[in-house]
């Protein structure tokens, strides 16, 4: 159900932007279609950015770089999700993460005036952005309580959990993800090193759990779900 939902709001975003992206510019002309490549970026961190970025197709990474040089993944972001700058003074403050395309993604730029012109004038879009941002906020509490309590195996089965349930598509096995990401990448989201999640992710796979190839994850959510009911204390 979720995912329908889902659907629903990225289909009604994606009219609304192409239903007539001449006049939307004329109404609010910092309104640009773009697109970066796999591995370009949106934005870097401390960056002055003061436009948000409307993901049209594709999935982008956010991501923040600790003082000591390590990289922690915050989210990654799909089609119909909205990044950037929310607040008026940006122009004066450097952004806080960087946005990365993990493949090539298509999205709208839109100035922050404009932006906030469009919330007011298109409820239904701004209900969305609400419920979106809504959404993300529960999705980063709920790994920052995992990190701070739980076993890097629970950390893995939940991470692969929630990317099954944000890029799957049903197969045989329960999901495939639509998404490549190497294991350093599930490890920036687990939170811990590539060589612990590597074994974990060896220890799941002899076990039947998933499935990986160099392009691919096959997830056993059922397998995943069980044991995950052992694993935590």
Known sequence: MQSIVCDAKSRLINEFFEHDLNQLQK?????QE?????KAFLYHQGDRCCNLFWIKSGIVKLSHLAEQGSEITIDLL???D???CFQNNSASQEIDETAQALDNVNFYRIAYS????????????????????YARRQRVERKLRTILTQSVEVRVVTT????????GIRCTHGYTLEIHLT?????DLVGASRSVVSTVLND???RGMLDYTRDQICINDAALVDSCRFLRP
């Open 27 to 31: 109404i609010y002309p910092s309104i």
């Open 183 to 187: 294991q350093q990448e599930v490890a």
């Open 78 to 80: 799909k089609r119909g």
């Open 204 to 206: 799941f796979r002899n």
């Open 34 to 38: 773009m697109n970066v490549s796999k």
């Open 160 to 167: 692969l959990l929630e990317l099954a349930r944000m890029f």
């Open 82 to 84: 909205v990044t950037g």
């Open 114 to 133: 404009d932006f906030k012109a469009m919330m007011s004038h298109q409820t239904e879009l701004a209900w969305y952005v609400i419920e979106d941002m």
